[in-house]
T-cell receptor, first 112, second 112 residues
C-alpha cells in the first residue's frame, strides 16, 4: 500500500524568503507524484507532477520539486515566496490505478 | 476547458434530513471521484467511478450513495444526515495514465 507523509503541518515564512515543503512517500511499486495547492474556499489545483525522466520538475507560480528515489522524497521549493502563495499544499501519489493518496497537507503562511 | 462543477456550493441542513450534491464534468473522461475534507483539511477519498461503475468504496457508511446517470455526472446522495457529516465535499475527475485529478470548487455541508 502507498502512503504519503508531509513532515510539516505549518510553515510560516517571510515574504521573498525561500521555502521548502517536505514530502516523503512509501510504495512497493513505481508511483506518480504530485503537488496540489488549495487556496482558501477553493478546490485543489495541480502545481506540478512527476511522471518519469528528469528528477527536477517545474510547475506553476515559480514552484519546483525534486524527486529523490533513494530517499523516497518529493520536496517542493520556491526561491522567493509572495503573500499570494499563502495556501494549503498537498503532496500526493498514484500508481496509475484509480486511487490517489494525499498527504495531510502543509499550510504555508507568508508574512509581510 | 477542464471544468468540474458542483452544486450547491453551500448546504446547511438539519440532522436526519436527506440531501444530494450534484457534480458534472465536461470532458467525458471516465473516472470520477468524491472526496471528503474535514475541518483539519485532511482529504479522504470516498468513492471512485469508472465508466459509470463503482470501483472504489472507502469504508463509507451506506447512508452515502453515489449515483452516476452518465459519464459526465456523479452525484452524491446522503441519507439521515449526522453532525459528523459536516465537511467540504469535493468532486473530481481523473485523467491520463497518471490519474491527474481535476477538482470541483467543493460543497460545504453543515449539519445542525
Amino acid at each position: 500500500a502507498q502512503s504519503v507523509t508531509q513532515l510539516d503541518s505549518q510553515v510560516p515564512v517571510f515574504e521573498e524568503a525561500p521555502v521548502e515543503l517536505r514530502c516523503n512517500y512509501s510504495s512497493s511499486v513505481s508511483v506518480y507524484l504530485f503537488w496540489y495547492v488549495q487556496y482558501p474556499n477553493q478546490g485543489l489545483q495541480l502545481l506540478l507532477k512527476y511522471l518519469s525522466g528528469s528528477t527536477l520538475v517545474k510547475g506553476i507560480n515559480g514552484f519546483e520539486a525534486e524527486f529523490n528515489k533513494s530517499q523516497t522524497s518529493f520536496h517542493l521549493r520556491k526561491p522567493s515566496v509572495h503573500i499570494s502563495d499563502t495556501a494549503e499544499y498537498f503532496c500526493a501519489v498514484d500508481t496509475g490505478g484509480f486511487k490517489t493518496i494525499f498527504g495531510a497537507g502543509t499550510r504555508l503562511f507568508v508574512k509581510a | 476547458d477542464t471544468a468540474v462543477s458542483q452544486t450547491p456550493k453551500y448546504l446547511v441542513t438539519q440532522m436526519g434530513n436527506d440531501k444530494s450534491i450534484k457534480c458534472e464534468q465536461n470532458l467525458g473522461h471516465d473516472t470520477m471521484y468524491w472526496y471528503k475534507q474535514d475541518s483539519k483539511k485532511f482529504l479522504k477519498i470516498m468513492f471512485s467511478y469508472n465508466n459509470k461503475e463503482l470501483i472504489i468504496n472507502e469504508t463509507v457508511p451506506n447512508r452515502f450513495s453515489p449515483k452516476s446517470p452518465d459519464k459526465a455526472h456523479l452525484n452524491l446522495h446522503i441519507n439521515s444526515l449526522e453532525l459528523g457529516d459536516s465537511a467540504v465535499y469535493f468532486c473530481a475527475r481523473g485523467t491520463g495514465v497518471c490519474n491527474e485529478q481535476f477538482f470541483g470548487p467543493g460543497t460545504r455541508l453543515t449539519v445542525l
